[in-house]
Structure formats: C-alpha cells, structure tokens
C-alpha cells in the first residue's frame, strides 16, 4: 500500500520561506511522478508543481514559477517543495500525490492523481 506524509507547514508572514516535505513508501518511488497540489480555504484543489522519476521534467502552476522549486531524493523516496517569497495568496492545505503508473505524468489536473497525503498547512501572514 502506498502511503505518503507531508511535514514542514507552518504559519509564516509574507517573503518568508518554507520547504515542504513528502515521505513516501509503499512502491519504487524512483519509477513514479510526484506532485504538489494545494486547496486554499473555501476553493478547489489547483495544481502546484510536479517532477518526473528522475527529476528530468519539472512543471509548475504559473503562480508559483520563479519561487517555488519541486525536487525530490530518490533515495529517500523524498519528494521536496522550497517556496520562497510566499504571499498571503499561498494559505493553502497542501498536498502531496503521486499517479498509480509508472512513468506517467498526472500533469496539472488534479484527479489524475491516485495516492495522496494528509497535507500539511501553510498560512502567510501580510
């Protein structure tokens, strides 16, 4: 069984930084996608950022490029999220999800992603 657990949330002001992490275990993680994906109070799930298995591709939400950096460790079936610069719009749950095969992109829509984590809360203060 596949299971994930997001740590290092936290409430921060406004241009502070966090890093987000993600333990997984369950399956190779070397062979998967992982994926951060965030739900601010009252919306909708919205895509973050992803990274393929060996960390060749990266995407990011238009929202968050430039300050915000996805990476992972291989061999700690660890999956990372740096956000920097965050802005009150960043408060969000976020979470951390992975697609069910290998080597597959669940690219920015969120339902393509079939394991996820708890989440973890980010609130930015002005």
């Known amino acids: 069984q596949v299971h994930l657990t997001e740590s290092g949330g936290g409430s921060v002001q406004a241009g502070d930084s966090l890093r987000l992490s993600c333990a997984t275990s369950g399956r190779s993680f070397d062979r998967y996608y992982m994926g951060w994906v965030r739900q601010p109070p009252g919306k909708q799930r919205e895509f973050v950022a992803l990274?393929?298995?060996?960390?060749?591709?990266?995407d990011y939400a238009q929202s968050v490029k430039g300050r915000f950096t996805i990476s992972r460790d291989n061999a700690k079936s660890t999956v990372y999220l740096q956000m920097n610069n965050l802005e009150p719009e960043a408060t969000a749950r976020y979470y951390c999800a992975t697609p069910l095969a290998r080597e597959h992109s669940g690219g920015r829509e969120p339902t393509n992603y079939a394991y996820w984590g708890q989440g973890t809360q980010v609130t930015v203060s002005p």
């Open positions: 990274i393929s298995a060996r960390s060749v591709d990266v």
